[in-house]
């Protein structure tokens, strides 16, 4: 067991510096000089080369990389070109504002999805089944910034219940933080649960095909009971799996609910940055972005070996 | 059916630890067990025998109350042991009927491969049996009486088996649990459905023995499917032979075999060959029953087997009556055929 949590988190390390490579090599590929993009067309050479030497872009491009590093490994990812603000603290803060949301919404899909999925299987040969599993076949579809803007016409503009957009910080106006956490959180989880519960509901209807659920069964346990004991457990593996993806999915993706509800999260940071053309706050946010879903598959991983004896045994 | 005197139905019904009668189980449109009837007494080994699609597990899932979704019994399960005051199984809720399982009547299924939790350590998954029925006071206490159960079953090392995984064991091996799990609460009645084809010919003359052994310990009642006659010859005293969801014919293992009357247990014998390889040497090929079972609900009309039946008339095609063939303590569904022209002793 110890073995194999090690040997993932090798991995996770490997993956990690892997990404860093390729971020960076990426970023230094495109066309151009990463000084004179930033300055722009108009900035005298004298100005460009200056800032080259400032930030030390002339030096070799391993010296850059490692130097890149030293600053990822000290949380210290630079400042920007024009501004000379420090790119750090920015992320810190967007980082904040998008986890609040990401993480909100996906405690709400599960709390939604775990249930729904679960009657679903158990009653999927009966009427209600069917509607839900049709409902949560419609839900699928629907984007989830079509549910923002229908969620924002009807409970901002008509109802007036809550803000449109915009974002307070939740220490010095909890209820106004409420406020504008809820819409974007519920169209963010409403199409998650729709997309996880479909997944809940096969894992479930799987297992209850399995032969220990009829010894269970055969032992006296009613069959919500047989399925709580000997099933969920079973059918925890590909949930997780997942429950990983869209944890993924919509850290990305919350970019998009990030511009309709006009939230300063991290998404909206990457947008302004490749639109200013700062190279270097572009490439920490890549960074954390990469980091954080290989975060996440570890964390898959580790949970699968927690789950399931069979995989902690299996040797390589 | 036929009409039986009521005193020897008394008389069967009291030393009867199981009693079915008129089984019928069918999907909507389609019978699947017609009018199966039998009784099995304490201490008492009953083998059920047929081709696959006989109807065997059928009636096994039915007298435990687990026939999948869909599929509805009718007539009169009665279990004489820790029953809701002796009331017809099948009529029992949901709720009920889990406290008969595991407790009065328990089951050990064909596939011990997959029959076990993989995600559950093998010692919690016998001593929830005892838990959850409340025979053993305490967690301290089943987990020593699994200890106990697992030695019982010849299982090396009970005590470390206990806290391993079924993926750590072999098939055998997970059969013991499985059949420690189905007698951690002394059941009045034990059904196996076939818990031998599974495992390699080397283990299963021990895990048969084993069975018979924690049944008579127990004095229990035993439903023992199979389709291998050889099974039946060493493990059950009488036998019922199963096709198209019917009993056709009931009696001593002994007397069944050396002289079967219906022409289908006639041709299973046949085809089974129970003098083994020596006699069968420089012999032709072993004779079998010619055509295959037919699909479900598909049976003929009268005796479900004069499609297959060499000796088939027009008299077959309405249902036969059931022949008692002599006295039995158990009562006549106990011993006779349903054959208008058996083969053997009978009449043509």
Request: charged share 20%; glycine share 8%.
């Amino acid at each position: 067991m110890l073995l194999r949590f090690l040997h993932r988190l090798m991995v996770l390390v490997a993956s990690v510096a892997a990404a860093s490579v390729v971020v960076f090599a990426f970023m230094r590929v495109l066309p151009g000089d990463p000084a004179r993009v930033a300055l722009g067309i108009n900035a005298s050479e004298q100005a460009v080369a200056q800032l080259r030497e400032q930030f030390g872009l002339d030096r070799p491009v391993l010296v850059q990389y490692l130097d890149w590093v030293g600053g990822l490994l000290t949380l210290d990812p630079g400042i920007e070109f024009v501004s000379k603000a420090a790119i750090g603290p920015q992320i810190a803060d967007r980082l904040q504002v998008t986890l609040w949301l990401v993480v909100c919404a996906m405690v709400l899909a599960l709390v939604l999805a775990l249930p729904v999925g679960i009657w679903m299987a158990v009653r999927h040969r009966h009427w209600d089944g069917v509607v839900l599993s049709a409902l949560s076949q419609v839900g699928v579809a629907v984007p989830a910034f079509l549910a923002g803007i229908v969620l924002i016409s009807v409970f901002a503009v008509r109802l007036g219940w809550v803000p449109s957009g915009g974002w307070v910080v939740p220490a010095e106006d909890p209820v106004g933080f409420l406020q504008r956490l809820a819409l974007p959180v519920v169209s963010l989880s409403l199409v998650q649960a729709a997309v996880l519960a479909r997944y809940v509901r096969s894992a479930v209807l799987d297992v209850l095909r399995e032969d220990f659920l009829r010894t269970a069964r055969a032992k006296g346990l009613r069959p919500v009971q047989a399925l709580v004991r000997h099933g969920l457990r079973n059918a925890a593996v590909p949930v997780v799996t997942v429950l990983g993806l869209q944890l993924a999915t919509l850290l990305i993706g919350a970019v998009v609910i990030e511009r309709v509800f006009v939230i300063p999260g991290l998404g909206s940071l990457l947008l302004d940055s490749v639109a200013k053309r700062e190279l270097l706050t572009v490439q920490a946010v890549v960074m954390v972005l990469v980091v954080a879903v290989l975060f996440i598959n570890f964390v898959v991983d580790v949970l699968y070996l927690v789950i399931d004896p069979r995989l902690r045994t299996a040797p390589r | 059916m036929t009409a039986r005197p009521v005193e020897t139905e008394a008389v069967a019904d009291e030393h009867a630890v199981l009693s079915v009668d008129n089984l019928s189980v069918g999907a909507r449109h389609t019978p699947l067990l017609h009018d199966v009837s039998f009784t099995i007494g304490r201490g008492e080994r009953v083998g059920l025998i047929g081709e696959s699609g006989s109807g065997k597990s059928l009636t096994a899932l039915a007298v435990m109350g687990l026939l999948p979704e869909g599929l509805q019994a009718s007539g009169d399960v009665r279990l004489s042991a820790r029953t809701p005051a002796r009331r017809n199984l099948l009529g029992v809720g949901e709720r009920e009927m889990a406290r008969v399982r595991g407790d009065g009547m328990s089951m050990v299924f064909q596939e011990p491969m997959t029959a076990l939790n993989p995600t559950m350590r093998v010692g919690d998954q016998v001593a929830e049996v005892m838990l959850l029925h409340r025979t053993q006071p305490s967690r301290a206490a089943a987990r020593r009486r699994v200890v106990e159960l697992l030695e019982k079953v010849d299982l090396p090392d009970p005590a470390h088996l206990a806290r391993s995984y079924p993926h750590e064991l072999s098939g055998g091996q997970r059969q013991r649990v499985v059949l420690a799990i189905a007698l951690a609460n002394d059941p009045a009645l034990l059904i196996c459905d076939e818990p031998t084809t599974a495992l390699d010919v080397t283990v299963q003359a021990t895990v048969l023995d084993l069975v018979v052994r924690g049944v008579e310990a127990r004095h229990a009642a035993m439903l023992f499917i199979t389709h291998d006659l050889g099974v039946v010859a060493t493990v059950c005293e009488r036998v019922l032979v199963m096709y198209g969801g019917r009993i056709v014919e009931a009696g001593p293992v002994q007397e069944v075999f050396a002289d079967p009357r219906h022409r289908y247990t006639q041709g299973l014998i046949g085809a089974s060959d129970l003098t083994g390889a020596e006699g069968r040497r420089g012999r032709a090929a072993l004779p079998t029953i010619p055509g295959s079972v037919p699909p479900a609900g598909r049976f003929p009309e009268g005796c479900v087997f004069r499609t297959r039946c060499a000796h088939a008339t027009q008299r077959c095609e309405t249902l036969p009556p059931w022949v008692p063939r002599g006295p039995h303590p158990a009562g006549e569904t106990a011993y006779g055929h349903a054959c208008v022209h058996p083969a053997g002793g009978g009449t043509t």
